[in-house]
T-cell receptor, first 112, second 113 residues
């Protein structure tokens, strides 16, 4: 049974702080890793993808991957109230059908 | 607007009703998916259609029946549902091989009375 684990939160940070969201996965053969953001009442939207060990930066977002530890994280610098949402970690074996396995998500609350 | 359109956005039905959810993608993608999202649970893959081939999660009850007439349209037919089937049903599409990135529709919120 492939599993993706996330702390459900809520994770509360003040505006301007760094928010750190963590995810672990059980399938050592996983190859592709994604972070989706889901605002309340809305559908998930992709914000980051990472495929190799190390860091990947995109604006205020940095994804970090450590395959040996089966761990992927998302850092949000200079957090804004508009970042308040649920962040879903998703993992795939990179199969032809892209059968993503999702975590339950971590709710992030950024207070002004 | 993500390019994946789902209708209806909200649906209330009794356990004896038959209804259908519709999804249409305008992105030229090659695969379409149905996911179920319940409170406090991870997104659950229900069905995948890729190049008219169907892949399904064997744990999905037969009261859910998918239909994919072409690469742009996907339906989820519902009959004799149970209250525990109340959830947000999300349709997603994926572009060609190698991308592994899903684009989700806004979802259909289903309530079974």
């Amino acid at each position: 049974q492939k599993e993706v684990e996330q702390n459900s939160g809520p994770l509360s940070v003040p505006e301007g702080a760094i928010a750190s969201l963590n995810c672990t996965y059980s399938d050592r053969g996983s190859q592709s890793f994604f972070w989706y953001r889901q605002y309340s009442g809305k559908s998930p939207e992709l914000i980051m993808s990472i495929y190799s060990n190390g860091d990947k930066e995109d604006g205020r977002f940095t994804a970090q991957l450590n395959k040996a530890s089966q761990y992927v994280s998302l850092l949000i610098r200079d957090s804004q109230p508009s970042d308040s949402a649920t962040y879903l970690c998703a993992v795939t074996m990179n199969s032809g059908y892209s059968t993503l396995t999702f975590g339950k998500g971590t709710m992030l609350l950024v207070s002004p | 607007e993500t390019g994946v359109t789902q209708t209806p956005r909200h649906l209330v039905m009794g356990m004896t009703n038959k209804k259908s959810l519709k999804c249409e993608q305008h992105l030229g993608h090659n695969a379409m998916y149905w996911y179920k999202q319940s409170a406090k649970k991870p997104l659950e893959l229900m069905f995948v259609y890729s190049l008219e081939e169907r892949v399904e999660n064997n744990s999905v009850p037969s009261r859910f029946s998918p239909e994919c007439p072409n690469s742009s349209h996907l339906f989820l037919h519902l009959h004799t549902l149970q209250p525990e089937d109340s959830a947000l049903y999300l349709c997603a599409s994926r572009e060609g091989s190698g991308a592994n990135v899903l684009t989700f529709g806004a979802g259909s919120r289903l309530t079974v009375l």
